[in-house]
């Protein structure tokens, strides 16, 4: 199966993902570094797998593996702060169109790839897709349309912005990182040693009193709660994605599949306005006629982005 159906399908289950995760943070585990916590420690059921795929990789290796593990919570930490924040397209849209910048500036420079001009083509119109579908026109200052076009409170619209950079620049570390680990190791070993990073660096949050306290009180209003199904199915769906995404980072270019989360969020717009009708209370998101055209312009352009990266 060919890389680029193998992000799409990884791109559809994140959207899917990313959708409950708004609604899981609002409702049922408001603490972002618990709801970190639990997702490094059940994604790092992989490790199970260890006596089947793994081998030792060196201890040069293995410290990296390591290392690159532990951004990943970093990135979900700074992502899930975001999201308390903002409404959740306008969020992940700013988070994942600045993922594709620095991939590709890392790309080039840290890891020698050279793209074709119709790659270049691609991805620019991916980007200019996403931020697209992030623009809404606003009145008053600068800093006002950049808090309002992602769907910020004034209030915490610096904390806001910035916390979603950090968690692009966090993310693309950590996909240039899996992407060199994955040309010098077999990719399910190395997998489950990043994984191993993951689950060491989440463990220290049980460290500190107050953040062991938060963890240990979100769990048991988690099991309390009647959305604890929502919130493990969701994590398995979640595993599924980051392993397919993760596969075709292995397979094809770094930059590339991150370009490619224009597709994502293109499915995360349709499912939310689906969402927003059906069931409006869950998820808030704006629908107007403006917007939908909006919408429909960065759907094309997406498209336009994947018909060249597919050439």
């Not at 399908?9 to 570094?33: H, R, T």
């Not at 059940?42 to 593990?69: D, E, M, R, S, T």
């Given at each position: 199966?060919?890389?680029?159906?193998?992000?799409?399908?990884?791109?559809?289950?994140?959207?899917?993902?990313?959708?409950?995760?708004?609604?899981?943070?609002?409702?049922?585990?408001?603490?972002?570094?618990?709801?970190?916590?639990?997702?490094?420690?059940?994604?790092?059921?992989?490790?199970?797998?260890?006596?089947?795929?793994?081998?030792?990789?060196?201890?040069?290796?293995?410290?990296?593996?390591?290392?690159?593990?532990?951004?990943?919570?970093?990135?979900?930490?700074?992502?899930?702060?975001?999201?308390k924040v903002g409404?959740?397209?306008?969020?992940?849209?700013?988070?994942?169109?600045?993922?594709?910048?620095?991939?590709?500036?890392?790309?080039?420079?840290?890891?020698?790839?050279?793209?074709?001009?119709?790659q270049w083509i691609g991805i620019a119109f991916l980007i200019v897709g996403t931020i697209i579908i992030a623009w809404l026109p606003n009145k008053k200052s600068l800093w006002y349309r950049i808090a309002v076009m992602f769907g910020i409170k004034a209030d915490n619209s610096k904390k806001g912005i910035i916390e979603a950079i950090l968690a692009a620049l966090f993310y693309a570390l950590f996909f240039i990182g899996t992407k060199y680990l994955y040309s010098v190791q077999p990719f399910w070993s190395g997998f489950i040693w990043i994984r191993f990073g993951t689950l060491l660096f989440v463990l220290t949050f049980l460290i500190r009193k107050a953040d062991r306290d938060g963890i240990f009180k979100s769990f048991k209003d988690l099991m309390k709660g009647k959305g604890k199904l929502l919130f493990f199915g969701n994590q398995g769906l979640a595993g599924i994605g980051f392993v397919l995404q993760n596969y075709a980072i292995a397979l094809g270019s770094v930059a590339l599949v991150n370009a490619m989360q224009g597709v994502q969020y293109v499915f995360l717009l349709i499912l939310g306005a689906i969402v927003t009708v059906f069931k409006p209370q869950a998820i808030k998101e704006d629908i107007s006629k403006s917007i939908i055209i909006q919408k429909i312009i960065a759907i094309l352009f997406v498209a336009i982005g994947l018909f060249f990266v597919a050439r």
């Open positions: 199966m060919s890389w680029l159906i193998i992000v799409i399908i990884a791109y559809l289950i994140l959207a899917i993902v990313n959708l409950a995760d708004k609604f899981i943070i609002g409702n049922m585990i408001p603490n972002s570094k618990a709801y970190t916590f639990f997702v490094g420690v059940l994604g790092c059921v992989v490790i199970f797998l260890a006596p089947f795929f793994l081998v030792w990789c060196g201890w040069k290796i293995f410290l990296l593996n390591i290392f690159v593990g532990a951004l990943f919570p970093i990135a979900l930490t700074f992502m899930y702060r975001s999201l409404d959740t397209s306008k969020m992940i849209t700013l988070i994942g169109g600045t993922i594709p910048i620095f991939t590709i500036l890392m790309s080039i420079f840290v890891l020698g790839e050279v793209f074709s001009r119709n």
